[in-house]
Protein backbone atom coordinates (compact mmCIF):
# COMPACT_ATOMS: atom_id res chain seq x y z
CA UNK A 1 0.00 0.00 0.00
CA UNK A 2 1.27 3.38 -0.73
CA UNK A 3 -0.05 7.24 -1.01
CA UNK A 4 0.87 10.72 -1.56
CA UNK A 5 -0.83 14.20 -2.29
CA UNK A 6 -1.63 16.00 -5.30
CA UNK A 7 -2.01 19.22 -3.27
CA UNK A 8 -2.94 20.42 0.09
CA UNK A 9 -3.89 24.18 1.34
CA UNK A 10 -7.19 26.45 0.53
CA UNK A 11 -6.68 26.01 -3.29
CA UNK A 12 -7.40 22.75 -3.78
CA UNK A 13 -6.65 18.79 -2.01
CA UNK A 14 -6.63 15.69 -3.63
CA UNK A 15 -4.98 12.34 -2.06
CA UNK A 16 -4.00 9.64 -4.24
CA UNK A 17 -3.69 5.71 -2.94
CA UNK A 18 -2.94 3.02 -3.94
CA UNK A 19 -3.46 -0.78 -2.53
CA UNK A 20 -3.25 -3.77 -4.38
CA UNK A 21 -4.38 -3.55 -8.02
CA UNK A 22 -6.60 -0.33 -6.82
CA UNK A 23 -6.23 3.42 -6.61
CA UNK A 24 -8.92 6.14 -5.39
CA UNK A 25 -8.35 9.51 -4.88
CA UNK A 26 -9.62 11.33 -1.62
CA UNK A 27 -11.26 14.84 -2.77
CA UNK A 28 -10.98 16.62 -6.20
CA UNK A 29 -10.21 20.29 -5.58
CA UNK A 30 -7.75 20.56 -8.48
CA UNK A 31 -8.63 21.45 -12.13
CA UNK A 32 -9.26 18.24 -14.30
CA UNK A 33 -6.14 19.29 -16.47
CA UNK A 34 -3.97 19.86 -13.04
CA UNK A 35 -5.29 16.66 -11.22
CA UNK A 36 -4.17 14.78 -14.18
CA UNK A 37 -0.65 16.56 -14.76
CA UNK A 38 -0.26 15.82 -11.01
CA UNK A 39 -0.71 12.55 -11.40
CA UNK A 40 1.16 12.12 -14.15
CA UNK A 41 4.41 13.56 -11.54
CA UNK A 42 3.25 10.32 -10.03
CA UNK A 43 3.61 7.97 -13.04
CA UNK A 44 -0.19 7.76 -12.82
CA UNK A 45 -2.98 8.67 -15.56
CA UNK A 46 -6.58 9.12 -14.78
CA UNK A 47 -7.54 5.66 -16.22
CA UNK A 48 -5.51 4.26 -13.15
CA UNK A 49 -7.94 5.43 -10.99
CA UNK A 50 -10.87 3.37 -10.00
CA UNK A 51 -13.14 6.25 -7.86
CA UNK A 52 -13.43 9.30 -6.05
CA UNK A 53 -13.87 9.18 -2.28
CA UNK A 54 -15.44 13.10 -0.94
CA UNK A 55 -15.20 14.46 2.29
CA UNK A 56 -17.37 17.33 2.24
CA UNK A 57 -18.60 19.84 -0.47
CA UNK A 58 -16.32 22.98 0.14
CA UNK A 59 -14.98 24.04 -3.55
CA UNK A 60 -10.53 23.31 -2.40
CA UNK A 61 -12.23 19.76 -1.70
CA UNK A 62 -15.66 18.47 -4.24
CA UNK A 63 -15.14 21.83 -6.55
CA UNK A 64 -13.46 20.28 -9.49
CA UNK A 65 -14.98 16.19 -8.74
CA UNK A 66 -17.95 15.94 -10.94
CA UNK A 67 -16.24 17.14 -14.22
CA UNK A 68 -13.45 14.93 -13.43
CA UNK A 69 -15.38 12.36 -13.06
CA UNK A 70 -17.34 12.98 -15.99
CA UNK A 71 -14.23 12.87 -18.15
CA UNK A 72 -12.84 10.07 -17.05
CA UNK A 73 -15.91 7.88 -16.20
CA UNK A 74 -15.34 7.44 -12.41
CA UNK A 75 -17.70 6.60 -9.67
CA UNK A 76 -18.08 9.30 -7.22
CA UNK A 77 -18.60 8.30 -3.50
CA UNK A 78 -19.84 10.91 -0.98
CA UNK A 79 -22.40 11.34 1.73
CA UNK A 80 -26.64 11.87 1.28
CA UNK A 81 -25.57 15.62 3.48
CA UNK A 82 -22.62 16.35 0.67
CA UNK A 83 -24.81 15.39 -2.33
CA UNK A 84 -27.62 17.40 -1.00
CA UNK A 85 -25.45 20.34 -0.46
CA UNK A 86 -23.89 20.19 -3.95
CA UNK A 87 -27.43 20.23 -5.62
CA UNK A 88 -28.09 23.56 -3.32
CA UNK A 89 -25.20 25.02 -4.90
CA UNK A 90 -25.94 24.49 -8.53
CA UNK A 91 -23.24 21.90 -8.89
CA UNK A 92 -24.47 19.10 -11.81
CA UNK A 93 -23.72 15.55 -11.33
CA UNK A 94 -25.12 15.11 -15.01
CA UNK A 95 -22.91 12.12 -16.42
CA UNK A 96 -21.46 11.10 -12.88
CA UNK A 97 -22.42 7.84 -11.11
CA UNK A 98 -22.56 8.97 -7.75
CA UNK A 99 -22.37 6.43 -5.15
CA UNK A 100 -24.02 7.57 -1.59
CA UNK A 101 -22.14 6.27 1.66
CA UNK A 102 -23.36 6.19 4.99
CA UNK A 103 -20.92 8.75 7.31
CA UNK A 104 -20.09 5.43 9.66
CA UNK A 105 -20.87 2.43 7.24
CA UNK A 106 -17.31 0.72 5.78
CA UNK A 107 -17.96 0.08 2.15
CA UNK A 108 -15.07 -2.15 0.01
CA UNK A 109 -13.51 -0.50 -3.27
CA UNK A 110 -11.39 -3.17 -4.98
CA UNK A 111 -8.43 -4.06 -2.92
CA UNK A 112 -9.55 -1.62 -0.50
CA UNK A 113 -11.56 -1.41 2.54
CA UNK A 114 -13.07 2.05 3.07
CA UNK A 115 -14.05 3.51 6.76
CA UNK A 116 -15.52 6.81 6.66
CA UNK A 117 -15.83 8.59 10.00
CA UNK A 118 -17.88 11.93 10.79
CA UNK A 119 -16.20 14.88 11.55
CA UNK A 120 -17.33 18.52 13.31
CA UNK A 121 -16.79 20.68 10.34
CA UNK A 122 -18.92 23.39 8.68
CA UNK A 123 -20.33 21.69 6.21
CA UNK A 124 -23.68 19.41 5.18
CA UNK A 125 -22.37 16.15 6.78
CA UNK A 126 -18.65 16.05 6.28
CA UNK A 127 -16.63 12.83 6.92
CA UNK A 128 -12.77 12.08 6.81
CA UNK A 129 -11.48 8.35 5.93
CA UNK A 130 -8.99 5.52 6.91
CA UNK A 131 -7.93 3.44 4.46
CA UNK A 132 -6.68 0.00 4.86
CA UNK A 133 -5.55 -3.51 2.35
CA UNK A 134 -6.55 -5.40 5.48
CA UNK A 135 -2.89 -5.34 7.05
CA UNK A 136 -2.05 -1.79 7.06
CA UNK A 137 -4.42 1.34 7.79
CA UNK A 138 -3.68 4.98 6.51
CA UNK A 139 -6.01 7.57 7.93
CA UNK A 140 -6.93 10.99 6.26
CA UNK A 141 -8.00 14.22 8.17
CA UNK A 142 -7.79 17.11 7.13
CA UNK A 143 -10.81 19.55 7.72
CA UNK A 144 -12.04 19.46 11.93
CA UNK A 145 -12.59 22.02 14.33
CA UNK A 146 -12.10 19.44 16.98
CA UNK A 147 -11.38 16.29 17.93
CA UNK A 148 -13.70 13.57 20.03
CA UNK A 149 -13.72 10.46 21.05
CA UNK A 150 -14.79 8.72 17.49
CA UNK A 151 -11.88 10.86 15.12
CA UNK A 152 -9.70 9.03 17.58
CA UNK A 153 -10.62 5.78 17.82
CA UNK A 154 -10.93 5.52 14.20
CA UNK A 155 -7.30 6.71 13.51
CA UNK A 156 -5.35 5.02 16.49
CA UNK A 157 -3.45 2.33 15.39
CA UNK A 158 -2.98 2.80 11.95
CA UNK A 159 0.07 2.83 10.18
CA UNK A 160 0.25 6.41 8.42
CA UNK A 161 -1.70 9.50 9.55
CA UNK A 162 -2.54 12.94 7.02
CA UNK A 163 -3.11 15.22 9.16
CA UNK A 164 -4.76 18.28 9.44
CA UNK A 165 -2.12 21.35 10.57
CA UNK A 166 -4.30 24.14 9.13
CA UNK A 167 -2.77 27.26 11.53
CA UNK A 168 -0.59 28.79 14.11
CA UNK A 169 -3.13 30.49 16.43
CA UNK A 170 -1.07 33.60 17.27
CA UNK A 171 -0.57 34.06 13.32
CA UNK A 172 -4.16 33.67 12.87
CA UNK A 173 -5.38 36.41 15.62
CA UNK A 174 -2.42 38.57 14.85
CA UNK A 175 -3.48 38.86 11.41
CA UNK A 176 -5.41 40.62 9.06
CA UNK A 177 -7.87 38.11 8.70
CA UNK A 178 -11.72 39.71 9.67
CA UNK A 179 -12.43 38.92 12.99
CA UNK A 180 -15.79 36.71 12.01
CA UNK A 181 -13.51 34.59 9.94
CA UNK A 182 -10.77 34.41 12.77
CA UNK A 183 -13.88 33.01 15.11
CA UNK A 184 -15.04 30.30 12.00
CA UNK A 185 -11.51 29.30 11.43
CA UNK A 186 -10.49 28.93 14.48
CA UNK A 187 -14.21 27.50 16.25
CA UNK A 188 -15.15 23.92 17.23
CA UNK A 189 -16.45 23.45 13.07
CA UNK A 190 -13.30 25.28 11.69
CA UNK A 191 -9.97 23.74 11.54
CA UNK A 192 -7.55 22.58 13.67
CA UNK A 193 -4.78 24.49 15.12
CA UNK A 194 -0.94 22.99 15.42
CA UNK A 195 -0.99 22.04 19.03
CA UNK A 196 -4.21 21.22 18.48
CA UNK A 197 -3.16 18.49 16.20
CA UNK A 198 -0.26 17.48 18.18
CA UNK A 199 -2.89 17.03 21.18
CA UNK A 200 -4.85 14.67 18.92
CA UNK A 201 -1.94 12.86 18.15
CA UNK A 202 -1.00 12.30 21.74
CA UNK A 203 -4.39 10.60 22.23
CA UNK A 204 -3.92 8.06 19.59
CA UNK A 205 -2.06 4.61 19.85
CA UNK A 206 1.01 4.93 17.88
CA UNK A 207 2.62 2.16 17.77
CA UNK A 208 2.06 1.33 14.34
CA UNK A 209 2.65 4.61 12.59
CA UNK A 210 5.43 4.72 10.20
CA UNK A 211 4.51 8.27 8.51
CA UNK A 212 2.85 11.22 10.23
CA UNK A 213 2.33 14.16 7.16
CA UNK A 214 0.77 17.73 8.28
CA UNK A 215 -1.28 18.89 5.98
CA UNK A 216 -3.97 21.70 5.22
CA UNK A 217 -1.68 24.68 6.30
CA UNK A 218 -2.44 28.09 5.88
CA UNK A 219 -0.27 29.87 4.01
CA UNK A 220 -0.99 33.15 5.99
CA UNK A 221 -1.48 31.75 8.99
CA UNK A 222 1.41 28.86 9.29
CA UNK A 223 4.47 28.04 8.45
CA UNK A 224 5.85 24.00 7.42
CA UNK A 225 8.33 24.84 10.52
CA UNK A 226 5.81 25.31 13.19
CA UNK A 227 3.70 22.71 12.15
CA UNK A 228 6.77 20.28 12.27
CA UNK A 229 7.47 21.57 15.49
CA UNK A 230 4.18 20.94 16.54
CA UNK A 231 3.21 17.06 15.80
CA UNK A 232 7.40 16.19 16.68
CA UNK A 233 6.94 17.25 20.44
CA UNK A 234 3.88 15.22 20.34
CA UNK A 235 5.49 12.01 18.88
CA UNK A 236 8.51 12.50 20.82
CA UNK A 237 11.08 12.48 17.19
CA UNK A 238 12.93 14.89 14.63
CA UNK A 239 11.42 17.93 13.15
CA UNK A 240 11.83 16.62 10.48
CA UNK A 241 10.87 12.91 10.26
CA UNK A 242 7.07 14.64 10.03
CA UNK A 243 6.55 14.98 6.56
CA UNK A 244 4.73 18.54 5.21
CA UNK A 245 2.25 18.17 2.46
CA UNK A 246 2.12 21.27 0.18
CA UNK A 247 -0.45 23.32 -1.68
CA UNK A 248 1.81 23.13 -5.11
CA UNK A 249 3.78 19.72 -4.55
CA UNK A 250 2.17 17.90 -1.89
CA UNK A 251 4.41 14.81 -1.33
CA UNK A 252 5.52 11.81 -3.03
CA UNK A 253 4.63 8.44 -2.79
CA UNK A 254 4.84 7.36 0.69
CA UNK A 255 5.44 3.14 1.05
CA UNK A 256 3.52 1.41 3.91
Known amino acids: MRFASLGSGSKGNSLVAEAGGSRVLIDCGLSPRETARRLGRLGLSPADLDAILVTHEHDDHVGHAYPFAAQHA ?3 YLTHGTRRAQEDGDKSAAGVE ?11 IGDFRVEPFTVPHDAREPVQFVLGDGARRLGVLTDLGTSTAHVEAMLSGCDALVLE ?6 LLWGGDYPKWLKERIGGPFGHLDNAASGRLLEALDRSRLKHVIAAHLSQQNNSAALARAALAAALGCANDWVGVATQEEGFGWREL
Do not use: K, S, Y
Open 74 to 76: LPV
Open 98 to 108: LRLIEGQAPFA
Open 165 to 170: TNHDLD
